[in-house]
């Protein structure tokens, strides 16, 4: 039975669905975005996850897209997504022996920030006669994975550099840590600092001869400064097409698009009210998704299969069975979580695409 | 490609996986724990979610399974298990029409605490000449769902009774609020008295001539004390049959047998190491998980796709492409991000189970 066609109110909850007319303008302002700044944009799809979307993304103006893990990248590949960049460091047999198989039928690069991952990658590469794009991870702040800056980021570029098999591209680097900041000016000053870290390494890696073609960063967090900074060519950001609560405090311009629809299951006191929503359909760990419509809320709980509202005042008009559209707290932490996300588009279900990369961990 | 019979070392990670040999010494400790209480076990699946595991249940002695959402029970129904308590209410016409269809095919009970839900779940039983089993859920304490103690709750199981195509089978309730408490004995007063708030309900209903033959509560947290109440007459604890490092600081005795095997990916520096499971993997949301083999740990955080952990003194042992094993942090946070669990005996595979009711949301 396909639910296209459908009201939004005939759906059962709770449901992800994304309103396709704001989408589509979150996507042409990006686009635009990017294009003035004078930079690539390959968005990362880690909370994107449908390769429906991977697909509009790129026919709108991205260069191809950013995945987190092997997993995802195999089902964009599949999906026919051909330019891929997993950010992320590809460790072990069997994962790099799945990265060589796929860089058969895609343009794959990869991020590297370990000497003896970088032989593993090569000696697999040169083996199955196929070529691998890799950048550095540069740590430029956010104390996760990444080299240092300094003469260790041109070392192992060299090292790429040489090997068989590898293609050095450039360096990538996450200033994730500049999102703490509230005040604008100083997370500005941040996201400038750790942005010219990155750049300073690849001007070292170009004096040192090697060619750098992709300086890659910027997430949706930091997508109003990054691309207007000197020499970086590409732009990861991705949430940004959906936006949301946590992304909305952390300065992202565009509207948020990505709803939970639940029905309300007790109204057990006139100050509670429970919906069919708990951690397990529409997290609130990140930030707190924002009902809409429902006034005075003083808590907002969830447990694994309950989301509990806790009002300032009484509401005697809040029955059960009400349905309620919920503002997602962060979509990188409930998109996942769907089998399936619905396009509608004035109230009418236009799309309702598999979350095809869920679960994909590997 | 069956991964059966491959050694746990060949498995591509992250994967989530139990020791079979514990969970089997789990689950009979359990039966034996109701056995001698004398009490009927239902185990929540709602963290179980694999209908195989579900079946080994029921073989072991369980009379039947909990669910917290409607899609998990036609799930286990459609895998042949046939006697299912919803413990959850069912409210909105779509889901009541698929509560009145799975009727047919298996003993469904349900929880009410709103009589315009009662109504609606007559109304279409009665329609569709299918009976529905009905708990009336009572609020001891939890201050989620349920009716409040007191005239309410005999009210509202009059109703139920009175019913067509509803079959009043007594009250339910989760007494959660008492896992706060860390000292035994104050938890166990706690537990106490709320349970007694739960069967002192039952006796008036009784007293008022409705007949109840199900009392139903107690979960994980509770299970050593609830079941030797007076006049409980079924448990729903289910995540015991895995403990993890939540249950452990809850008081759950079983051994924890739920493991997340992630690579380490990155060593950026000595005091830091990065693995592939970060929050949609394996959660630190409710507890921390414990990885096997790694001491001196000041901190663990995770992001979407990251697993961090910071050490107190340096180690240079450990290594990118390093596996360990995580003692899961809190069960029901992470089974459910899975597609496959892995039954996993003396280091082989000896099962690769479908995560079924995973994504059954509605």
Redesign the interface.
């Known amino acids: 039975m396909t639910e296209v066609g459908l009201a939004k109110e005939?759906l059962?909850?709770?449901?992800l669905w994304v309103d396709l007319n704001i989408l589509e303008r979150n996507i042409a302002l990006l686009v635009e975005h990017f294009r003035r700044a004078g930079v690539n944009w390959r968005p990362h799809v880690?909370?994107v996850k449908v390769p429906e979307l991977a697909h509009m993304l790129v026919d709108a103006g991205a260069i191809g897209v950013t995945c987190?893990?092997l997993g995802e990248a195999e089902v964009m590949a599949a999906a026919g997504i051909t330019d891929i960049l997993v950010a992320?460091?590809?460790?072990?047999p069997?994962?790099i022996e799945?990265l060589v198989r796929l860089a058969r039928t895609a343009d794959i690069k990869v991020a590297v920030?370990?000497a003896?991952?970088v032989n593993?990658l090569s000696q697999a590469a040169t083996e199955q006669q196929v070529e691998i794009g890799v950048l550095v991870d540069v740590?430029t702040g956010m104390?996760?994975?990444?080299?240092?800056p300094g003469p260790a980021v041109v070392e192992l570029a060299r090292q790429v550099h040489a090997a068989s098999g590898l293609r050095f591209l450039g360096l990538m680097a996450w200033e994730?840590h500049t999102l703490v900041h509230k005040e604008t000016d100083v997370k500005h000053g941040a996201i400038v600092r750790a942005v010219e870290l990155l750049t300073k390494m690849a001007a070292d890696c170009e004096a040192a001869g090697l060619p750098v073609t992709i300086v890659s960063g910027g997430g949706s967090g930091t997508y109003k400064v990054t691309p207007f900074l000197p020499n970086m060519t590409e732009i990861q950001a991705g949430g940004a097409i959906f936006s949301d609560v946590a992304y909305s405090g952390w300065g992202v311009e565009t509207t948020p698009c990505l709803f939970v629809r639940s029905?309300?299951?007790?109204?057990?006191a006139p100050d509670?009210m429970?919906f069919?929503?708990g951690?397990?359909?529409l997290p609130a760990?990140i930030a707190q998704p924002k009902p809409i419509g429902i006034d005075h809320i003083v808590k907002y709980s969830t447990?694994?299969?309950?989301g509990?509202i806790t009002l300032s005042e009484p509401n005697l008009q809040i029955?059960?069975?009400d349905?309620f559209d919920f503002v997602v707290g962060y979509t990188?932490?409930t998109l996942?979580?769907?089998?399936q996300l619905y396009g509608i588009r004035n109230d009418v279900v236009e799309n309702v695409w598999t979350v095809s990369a869920?679960?994909m961990?590997?």
């Not at 059962?12 to 449901?15: A, F, G, I, L, R």
């Not at 104390?143 to 240092?148: C, K, M, P, S």
């Not at 996942?336 to 089998?339: A, K, Q």
């Open positions: 005939q059962d909850t709770p449901v880690k909370g987190a893990k992320n460091q590809v460790v072990g069997r994962k799945r920030d370990n003896e991952n593993a740590d104390n996760r994975t990444g080299v240092q994730g029905i309300v299951t007790s109204r057990p509670r429970v069919d929503a951690y397990k359909a760990w447990s694994a299969e309950h509990v029955k059960v069975g349905v990188d932490s996942f979580l769907h089998n869920r679960g961990l590997t």
